[in-house]
């Protein structure tokens, strides 16, 4: 399965993105990562398959919204009230195997995409 992200950018404080992910076929959980420069990997928010539950980031609670059609194998990540401390490169993720109802750690995704890029500025 591959994934394809799109919809970063630049945006100002306080402004909104969303970004999209194109799955090429069936993953279960589908979550977005981000890696800010120096700081490693993690997870933002993920979506679990059937039940629709969602996992965030306590960064992220209230600001984010993680969501999922599973007709078009798209996952998209409504970002609102962004703040420069959410600066970084967005990746994409699809589950595999579902193992677990709703993976929440890298180790358990199967699948990346390329990421992109969401610069906040002040």
């Known amino acids: 399965v591959q994934l394809q992200a799109s919809g970063g950018g630049l945006v100002q404080a306080g402004g909104s993105l969303r970004l999209s992910c194109k799955a090429s076929?069936?993953?279960?959980?589908m979550g977005w990562f981000r890696q800010a420069p120096g700081k490693e990997r993690e997870i933002v928010a993920s979506?679990?398959?059937?039940?629709?539950?969602?996992y965030y980031a306590s960064s992220v609670k209230g600001r984010f919204t993680i969501s999922r059609d599973d007709a078009n194998n798209i996952v998209y990540l409504e970002m609102n009230n962004l703040k420069t401390e959410d600066t970084a490169v967005y990746y994409c993720?699809?589950?595999?195997?579902?193992?677990?109802?709703?993976?929440?750690?890298?180790?358990?995704?199967?699948?990346w995409g390329r990421g992109t890029l969401v610069t906040v500025s002040s």
């Open positions: 076929g069936h993953t279960f959980s």
């Open positions: 993720a699809g589950e595999s195997d579902g193992r677990v109802a709703i993976a929440t750690a890298s180790e358990q995704y199967h699948y």
């Open positions: 979506v679990a398959w059937l039940s629709r539950a969602t």
